[in-house]
């Protein structure tokens, strides 16, 4: 079985930084796209960032610039450095991965259960 679990959220005041991780772990064959979307309250998710497993990035308009996602193959994680933060960051953000599992060999999107960002001083 697969799962993705998220670190690093917190409060922060406007200007700061945090670092997200998540880590995926289980029966995992490959990993294609990873990814961060959030969610802020009464607001539709959005995708903030993505990474190939050859290192191609895209991000959301609003990201560029201030966040940096990446990851580390060998230890199936992927982290997004967020910089310059703005109140309007605030919301939950969920990991997001493509994972073909090796027993059985199926591929299949799953999430990580969301940490709170909260930006506001």
């Known amino acids: 079985q697969v799962q993705l679990v998220e670190s690093g959220g917190g409060l922060v005041q406007p200007g700061g930084s945090l670092r997200l991780s998540c880590a995926a772990s289980?029966?995992?064959?490959?990993?294609?796209?990873m990814g961060w979307y959030r969610q802020a309250p009464g607001k539709q998710r959005e995708l903030v960032a993505a990474?190939?497993?050859?290192?191609?990035?895209n991000y959301v308009d609003s990201a560029k610039g201030r966040f940096t996602i990446s990851r580390d193959n060998a230890k199936n994680t992927v982290y997004l450095q967020m910089n310059s933060l703005k109140p309007e960051d605030t919301a939950v953000y969920y990991c997001?991965?493509?994972?073909?599992?090796?027993?059985?060999?199926?591929?299949?999107?799953?999430w990580g259960q969301g940490t709170q960002v909260t930006v506001s001083s």
């Open positions: 997001n991965a493509d994972i073909v599992s090796s027993t059985p060999t199926t591929e299949y999107t799953y």
């Open positions: 990474i190939t497993s050859g290192g191609s990035t």
């Open positions: 289980g029966s995992i064959f490959r990993i294609y796209v």
